[in-house]
T-cell receptor
Framework: GQQLNQSPQSMFIQEGEDVSMNCTSS?????WLWYKQDPGEGPVLLIA?????ELTSNGRLTAQFGITRKDSFLNISASIPSDVGIYFC????????????FGKGTLLTVNP | DGGITQSPKYLFRKEGQNVTLSCEQN?????MYWYRQDPGQGLRLIYY???????QKGDIAEGYSVSREKKESFPLTVTSAQKNPTAFYLC?????????FGPGTRLLVL
């Protein structure tokens, strides 16, 4: 199946620092999605990207759809303790099949 | 409130037993999905359904079965053929590309 490489696997940062994580693929995607998952809960959608080059913000979060359509990054500015969790990227190939391919996640720990 | 509900939150299965996980959505979405999540792993697709009365196998369908008799419901049965069922199971739904997830069911084997 499709492969998404998400990095880093984990990050340990101080409160107030900025964070960056990214996903790369060997395939071209039509849609990139970023989710956050708290322990024992379902993933929550943070940002959806639908066009190559698109840069979208949601509060302190900013994500970009890479121009090659094979990568995407997520930045979190001025991190706070509640940013702790696992962040997943997901890509969708397009067409009538809406199956997503997920990265393995980035575990973010924020030290107050 | 619009959303996706999964029940139960925790489920225990005895050896050789089939168990059914419930997923209901009131978002009027056509497509629904079941994923399995193991510690340190991404989400792996078990089954998906793009329309009522139709469903397709995902990447790890062996040992699982589903039905889609109603638009709002997509139950997953973990059969006795699934030898390693302990995992966190997530249901999702979508109208187009963007999938929204339920809160999950944790299945444990006694």
């Amino acid at each position: 199946g499709q492969q998404l490489n998400q990095s880093p696997q984990s990050m340990f940062i101080q409160e107030g620092e900025d964070v960056s994580m990214n996903c790369t693929s060997s395939s071209i995607f039509n849609t990139w999605l970023w989710y956050k998952q708290d322990p024992g809960e379902g993933p929550v959608l943070l940002i959806a990207l639908y066009k190559a080059g698109e840069l979208t913000s949601n509060g302190r979060l900013t994500a970009q759809f890479g121009i090659t359509r094979k990568d995407s990054f997520l930045n979190i500015s001025a991190s706070i303790p509640s940013d702790v969790g696992i962040y997943f990227c997901a890509g969708q190939l397009g067409g009538s099949n809406y199956k997503l391919t997920f990265g393995k996640g980035t575990l973010l720990t924020v030290n107050p | 409130d619009g959303g996706i509900t999964q029940s139960p939150k925790y489920l225990f299965r005895k050896e050789g037993q089939n168990v059914t996980l419930s997923c209901e959505q009131n978002l009027n979405h056509d497509a629904m999905y079941w994923y399995r999540q193991d510690p340190g792993q991404g989400l792996r697709l078990i089954y998906y359904s793009q329309i009522v009365n139709d469903f397709q196998k995902g990447d790890i369908a062996e040992g699982y079965s589903v039905s889609r008799e109603k638009k709002e419901s997509f139950p997953l049965t973990v059969t006795s053929a699934q030898k390693n069922p302990t995992a966190f199971y997530l249901c999702a739904s979508s109208q187009l590309e963007t999938q929204y997830f339920g809160p999950g069911t944790r299945l444990l084997v006694l």
